[in-house]
């Protein structure tokens, strides 16, 4: 909020006022960024007498990860007062205010911005600032249609530690005792040809202590290697593997690898699924070593974080029944993927990305 004060102390550019001020959009002079103090740019004089003058073909798209096939377009709300930016960077030029509660129509998202139109001048906003009015519809989870919270003080500090490609069991049940002792959450993003045998008791577990059930295809498939229409299939029988199970299904997905593309976007928003990425990677799988691992995460960790990790290898374990402790001794609060997004009401829409949740 207070940048957006800021804008108001500049001189009024007329010109660059927009005729799109009714429905919530305003013009500002341009500004570097978000964060820093704004103030007039005295070699900008040009620019202040044509008003906004970034010229379409200056309008530099990088070769980014685009989607547009779902959600796309929609109609969409700011949460709060935001700057729009004239590329899908946070250093790039702002060119106006998109105040709260103004209605856009979202025509594109490049890889963590939406863009649309605005008096005929294409603005990007970063996606975590907008919301879907078909929202509701869209994501039950995010509102809390099943989840208790009342474990969690949301102002406190929180931490999503997320393990895949298990259950495994011999490793899984290890951190599920270690979440169960000290009275944490997780989300286990799995593979459903795993979710057999012995295993299954896992899962049952995961439902029982309060863990997050997410999907990771049926046998890690790297969706980038898969037809497109193949893509649904991967998805689906990993659901059923847990479904048939636990009767509950997934909630999140993950790609293997981290593969991602505006088609899998598109094929993972139509079933529903955000798809979690992470913000912190020990790489455990490649170092298989419990203390560097405990290390990485210890020194990194912030309110706000997804944790990368995998419940296949018994030093993963070794570093979780270490972590787990080490992080609620700091002050975090061990909760699932989406205790997190609704704690702190971070939108998870469909076929969107979603790194961390930190603050800022
Ligand atoms: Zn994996």
Same mark, same amino acid.
């Given at each position: 909020?207070?940048?957006?004060?800021?804008?108001?102390?500049?001189?009024?550019?007329?010109?660059?006022?927009?005729?799109?001020?009714?429905?919530?959009?305003?013009?500002?002079?341009? =500004?570097?960024?978000?964060?820093?103090?704004?103030?007039?740019?005295?070699?900008?004089?040009?620019?202040?007498?044509?008003?906004?003058?970034?010229?379409?073909?200056?309008?530099?798209?990088?070769?980014?990860?685009?989607?547009? &096939?779902?959600? +796309?377009? +929609?109609?969409?709300?700011?949460? /709060?007062?935001?700057?729009?930016?004239?590329?899908?960077?946070?250093?790039? =030029?702002?060119?106006?205010?998109?105040?709260?509660?103004?209605?856009?129509?979202?025509?594109?998202?490049?890889?963590?911005?939406?863009?649309?139109?605005?008096?005929?001048?294409?603005?990007?906003?970063?996606?975590? +600032?907008?919301?879907?009015?078909?929202?509701?519809?869209?994501?039950?989870?995010?509102?809390?249609? !099943?989840?208790?919270?009342?474990?969690?003080?949301? #102002?406190?500090?929180?931490?999503? $530690?997320?393990?895949?490609?298990?259950?495994?069991?011999?490793?899984?049940?290890?951190?599920?005792?270690?979440?169960?002792?000290?009275? *944490?959450?997780? !989300?286990?993003?799995?593979?459903?040809?795993?979710?057999?045998?012995?295993?299954?008791? %896992?899962?049952?577990?995961?439902?029982?202590? *309060? %863990?997050?059930?997410?999907?990771?295809?049926?046998?890690?498939?790297?969706?980038?290697?898969?037809?497109?229409?193949?893509?649904?299939?991967?998805?689906?029988?990993? #659901?059923?593997?847990?479904?048939?199970?636990?009767?509950?299904?997934? /909630?999140?997905?993950?790609?293997?690898?981290?593969?991602?593309? *505006?088609?899998?976007?598109?094929?993972?928003?139509? $079933? *529903?699924?955000?798809?979690?990425?992470?913000?912190?990677?020990?790489?455990? +799988?490649? !170092?298989?070593?419990?203390?560097?691992?405990?290390?990485?995460?210890?020194?990194?960790?912030?309110?706000?974080?997804?944790? $990368?990790?995998?419940? /296949?290898?018994?030093? /993963?374990?070794? =570093?979780?029944?270490? @972590?787990?402790?080490?992080?609620?001794?700091?002050?975090?609060? @061990?909760?699932?993927?989406?205790?997190?997004?609704?704690?702190?009401?971070?939108?998870?829409?469909?076929?969107?990305?979603?790194?961390?949740?930190?603050? &800022?």
């Amino acid at each position: 909020m207070k940048r957006v004060s800021k804008f108001f102390l500049l001189p009024v550019v007329g010109a660059a006022v927009l005729a799109v001020s009714a429905c919530g959009v305003r013009a500002v002079p341009e =500004a570097k960024d978000e964060t820093t103090s704004i103030e007039a740019d005295e070699t900008s004089a040009a620019e202040e007498t044509s008003g906004i003058s970034i010229e379409s073909n200056n309008v530099s798209v990088p070769a980014k990860i685009e989607r547009a &096939k779902f959600p +796309y377009p +929609y109609t969409a709300r700011a949460l /709060t007062a935001v700057n729009m930016h004239v590329d899908s960077e946070s250093d790039s =030029a702002v060119v106006g205010v998109l105040e709260e509660n103004a209605p856009v129509s979202v025509e594109r998202n490049i890889e963590g911005w939406d863009q649309f139109s605005a008096n005929g001048q294409t603005c990007y906003v970063l996606k975590k +600032y907008l919301i879907p009015d078909d929202y509701i519809a869209m994501n039950n989870q995010f509102l809390g249609a !099943t989840l208790d919270l009342s474990h969690i003080d949301p #102002d406190k500090p929180m931490i999503a $530690l997320t393990f895949d490609d298990g259950p495994k069991a011999e490793v899984t049940n290890r951190i599920l005792d270690s979440l169960q002792q000290y009275g *944490g959450h997780a !989300t286990f993003f799995m593979q459903g040809s795993r979710v057999v045998g012995e295993n299954n008791d %896992c899962v049952k577990r995961m439902v029982e202590l *309060g %863990c997050e059930l997410g999907n990771h295809t049926y046998t890690h498939d790297y969706l980038d290697s898969v037809p497109v229409e193949g893509i649904r299939s991967v998805i689906r029988k990993c #659901d059923y593997m847990v479904e048939e199970t636990v009767k509950v299904a997934p /909630t999140v997905f993950r790609p293997p690898g981290g593969n991602r593309s *505006g088609e899998i976007a598109s094929a993972v928003g139509n $079933l *529903g699924l955000p798809m979690i990425i992470w913000s912190i990677d020990p790489l455990d +799988y490649s !170092t298989k070593d419990a203390d560097n691992t405990f290390n990485v995460v210890m020194e990194k960790a912030q309110d706000g974080d997804i944790v $990368l990790m995998h419940d /296949t290898y018994s030093e /993963t374990a070794d =570093a979780a029944e270490r @972590l787990i402790p080490a992080l609620i001794e700091k002050g975090f609060q @061990l909760v699932t993927v989406s205790e997190m997004a609704q704690a702190k009401k971070y939108p998870m829409i469909p076929g969107n990305e979603v790194y961390n949740m930190r603050e &800022k």
